[in-house]
């Protein structure tokens, strides 16, 4: 399987989606510049975290303008796996990708913490190697990780299975001692309507090998895996 790992200036874990997707999973990786107009050839698509042009007007704004999101809009649309991870998701959401936005967390700190996600489905591209409302441990670093939607919205994604993922506790209940940011409906990854683009918070990457305390961020690799091959 070739992953392509976007860079924008400011994007910093592109090496780590790399490391993870190239080192530990022994897939194929290119680093993608924001100012390619192509990404032909590629099965899956990476939207790493960082800082995307400093987060300047807002997280993943100026980054939404750039050249490579008229490719991977096109890319998306033509089927194509996409996964926005931190600042990732915060650009796909801009770039109308996916609904909603993220916003300050609800406390106004910046949080780089252990979590724990609660899978809400295990028949899409990204979860097929995961147990039904399996908890995955994968930590998350954002101070603008509070996703909001309005209610119709929010209902929608319910209705059609779009919540992904779920900050929970170590019990598997999703309440509001479990989310870190305020998150509407401990929302911690959403999918768009035809499942081929996910956008979540937390990092897999940085939960891909035990010595990090925790290899769960792989399941989510490993399912696009087996689901390309």
């Not at 409302?133 to 909001?148: A, D, K």
């Not at 993922?165 to 998150?183: M, Q, V, W």
């Not at 010595?211 to 490993?222: E, M």
Request: hydrophobic share 35%; proline share 4%; aromatic share 10%.
């Amino acid at each position: 399987m070739r992953f392509g790992i976007l860079i924008f200036p400011g994007t910093w874990s592109d090496t780590d989606c790399y490391h993870q997707v190239k080192t530990v999973l022994g897939q194929e990786a290119d680093y993608v510049w924001h100012r390619q107009e192509s990404l032909a050839g590629y099965d899956c698509v990476i939207v790493p975290g960082g800082f995307s042009y400093g987060d300047y007007l807002r997280a993943g704004a100026i980054a939404r303008f750039a050249p490579v999101m008229e490719a991977l809009s096109d890319f998306a649309g033509n089927g194509g796996l996409v996964v926005g991870i931190c600042n990732g998701f915060q650009v796909l959401c801009e770039a109308g990708l996916l609904p909603g936005a993220l916003m300050r967390n609800a406390h106004l700190e910046y949080r780089c913490q252990w979590t724990n996600l609660r899978t809400e489905r295990i028949d899409t591209s990204f979860t097929t190697r995961c147990h039904p409302s399996q908890s995955l441990r994968i930590p998350v670093s954002h101070g603008e990780g509070n996703y909001y939607a309005d209610d119709v919205t929010l209902n929608r994604l319910e209705t059609n299975g779009q919540v992904l993922f779920r900050y929970c506790d170590d019990d598997g209940l999703a309440n509001e001692a479990a989310n870190p940011n305020g998150s509407a409906r401990n929302i911690a990854g959403i999918i768009n309507e035809r499942g081929n683009v996910l956008g979540m918070m937390p990092h897999p990457e940085r939960s891909c090998e035990p010595l990090l305390g925790s290899d769960d961020g792989n399941l989510i690799f490993l399912s696009l895996i087996d689901n390309v091959g």
